[in-house]
């Protein structure tokens, strides 16, 4: 995986998903892995954009204006770290995304964040069709329980597992926290 021209891509990193009413996650790990990615990319210097949903749904907890819609601790952006706000799934569609990484020279976007499954997914997929070399860290998100529609649950485990595995069949490279930080 050639990092010269990767950017870091940190998606809903946001402190609306560590309570109601959004289900259970599995990754007790997700903030320390994404940290650890977001220090190391810091430390190499290297480009960084950060996505906050900005829901514009009534009651939302990622609405603007509500304790959800902040940045989770040592999620922030530093001086001179973009931030897109998106209000939809992909973080490409509504926003200057695609220009951003244009200017930055990117041909590589190394992602990661909450929810495997909706966000980070629908940006990879999206990603992936313009044209860019997406690669999900695996181990730096996080999705949700659901409901399966026939009274049951699928644990979030499972789901995360089904959706790196579509995403790295058709759409994503696939690494680890741990692969990553030995490539910088």
Do not use: Y
């Amino acid at each position: 995986m050639d990092m010269d021209d990767a950017v870091l891509l940190l998606i809903d990193f946001q402190q609306a998903f560590d309570g109601p009413p959004w289900p259970q996650r599995w990754n007790g790990d997700v903030d320390q892995n994404a940290l650890a990615v977001l220090e190391a990319w810091r430390k190499a210097d290297r480009p960084i954009i950060h996505v906050r949903h900005d829901s514009v749904e009534t009651g939302s907890t990622l609405r603007a204006g509500e304790p959800g819609h902040a940045m989770r601790p040592g999620f922030t952006p530093l001086p001179g770290e973009q931030l897109v706000t998106k209000s939809v799934n992909s973080a490409f569609i509504g926003t200057d995304l695609d220009l951003r990484l244009r200017r930055l020279g990117a041909k590589t976007v190394i992602t990661c964040g909450i929810s495997t499954d909706m966000c980070v997914s629908t940006t990879i997929r999206t990603g992936a069709n313009m044209g860019w070399s997406m690669v999900l860290v695996e181990d730096a998100c996080d999705c949700f329980d659901l409901p399966d529609g026939q009274g049951g649950t699928i644990p979030a485990r499972d789901l995360h597992r089904a959706h790196v595995t579509t995403l790295g069949f058709e759409f994503c490279g696939v690494t680890t926290t741990k692969a990553l930080l030995q490539t910088l």
